[in-house]
């Protein structure tokens, strides 16, 4: 069974404005953690947000917002004043405990384009 | 800065002849990660060494191994590329144990094979 998923490939998104980026998980684990990476075409995993399983209020970094509803088991990203250099792909991941550690499960993705 | 630090970012391999890529880490974290991802795809985590302990993926291919070393260095290491392998490789690391969960990756080798 998928535990993240993303439910748009691909999103369009006018310059200045915001646009939500949607992911839901499922796990039967009570601690848990979720993240958000940004991989522009050059290939690296930039980290943008986390968001812990126990955090009682909405992860926030600069423009980025994690509207986190944990009855549903939802984890959107809120990018706010969209800028060109936003377009990219971006992943949802929870953290998930291996054998020995913790090991990140990603969803598939979905390709934001800004338009100027 | 501290960094996670891919070499080659591009590297060319024939089918069948043996390929290293690597990694080095000047965060000085105790867990550091190898991940494949295709085109259009997701990262898909192949191992991961916590300090010296291997912990392989059930699904990672035989053909794929690794090796670390020492703490900064970690190798991965396809015995008989095939045109399947094509990809990007990504390799991550983590400080466990100090209630900082972010994995911090590096810029990938993209792997082709002819």
């Known amino acids: 069974a998928q535990k993240i998923t993303q439910t748009q490939p691909g999103m369009f998104v006018q310059e200045k404005e915001a646009v939500t980026l949607d992911c839901t998980y499922d796990?039967?684990?009570?601690?848990?953690?979720l993240f958000w990476y940004k991989q522009p075409s050059s290939g690296e995993m930039i980290f943008l947000i986390y968001?812990?399983?126990?955090?009682?209020q909405n992860a926030t970094e600069g423009r980025y917002s994690l509207n986190f509803q944990k009855a549903r088991k939802s984890a959107n990203l809120v990018i706010s004043a969209s800028q060109l250099g936003d377009s990219a792909m971006y992943f949802c991941?929870?953290?998930?405990?291996?054998?020995?550690?913790?090991?990140?499960?990603f969803g598939s993705g979905t390709r934001l384009l800004v338009r100027p | 800065d501290a960094m996670v630090i891919q070499n080659p970012r591009y590297q060319v391999t024939q089918f069948g002849k043996p390929v290293t890529l690597s990694c080095s880490q000047t965060?000085?974290?105790?867990?550091m990660y190898w991940y494949q991802q295709k085109s259009s795809q997701a990262p898909k985590l192949l191992f991961h060494?916590?300090?010296?302990?291997?912990?392989n993926e059930a699904d990672t291919p035989d053909n794929f191994q690794s090796r670390r070393p020492n703490t900064s260095f970690c190798f991965l290491d396809i015995r008989s590329p095939g045109l399947g392998d094509a990809a990007m490789y990504l390799c991550?690391?983590?400080?466990?144990?100090?209630?900082?969960?972010?994995?911090?990756f590096g810029p990938g080798t993209r792997l082709t094979v002819t």
């Open positions: 796990t039967s684990d009570q601690s848990y953690g």
């Open positions: 060494y916590y300090d010296k302990d291997f912990n």
């Open positions: 991550a690391t983590s400080r466990e144990g100090t209630g900082s969960y972010e994995q911090y």
């Open positions: 991941a929870m953290r998930e405990r291996g054998d020995s550690s913790y090991k990140l499960i």
């Open positions: 968001q812990g399983s126990y955090d009682e």
């Open positions: 965060l000085n974290h105790n867990v």
